[in-house]
């Protein structure tokens, strides 16, 4: 069964920065993508960053520019820098295997409890 744990949330003011990361279950392998996704009261979850087997990455406009991923496969580890938060970045950050492909390896759409991150004065 799919674990996830995210760590490295925290309250910081608008400009700052944090680094969250996600331990992962070896049963993602490392050519599976992996995405880090949020969700803030009131709002769908949404996705904020993803990066391939191969290490190529995507970013929506919103945090493009400001966060990135990376991953290290030897630690089953994704990271997700944040730069210049903003008071809008504040919600609960997940990270998971994206779909399509989270149906071949996490069938049951297991999540973690996702860490929390809130930007604020």
């Known amino acids: 069964q799919v674990q996830l744990v995210e760590s490295g949330g925290g309250l910081v003011r608008p400009g700052g920065s944090l680094r969250l990361s996600c331990v992962y279950s070896?049963?993602?392998?490392?050519?599976?993508?992996m995405a880090w996704y949020r969700q803030a009261p009131g709002k769908v979850r949404e996705l904020v960053a993803g990066?391939?087997?191969?290490?190529?990455?995507n970013y929506p406009d919103a945090v493009l520019g400001r966060f990135a991923i990376s991953r290290d496969a030897a630690k089953n580890t994704v990271y997700l820098q944040m730069n210049d938060l903003e008071p809008d970045d504040t919600a609960v950050y997940y990270c998971?295997?994206?779909?399509?492909?989270?149906?071949?390896?996490?069938?049951?759409?297991?999540w973690g409890q996702g860490t929390q991150v809130t930007v604020s004065a």
């Open positions: 070896e049963d993602i392998r490392s050519w599976y993508p």
């Open positions: 998971n295997v994206p779909k399509p492909y989270r149906e071949l390896v996490n069938e049951d759409d297991i």
């Open positions: 990066i391939t087997g191969d290490g190529v990455t």
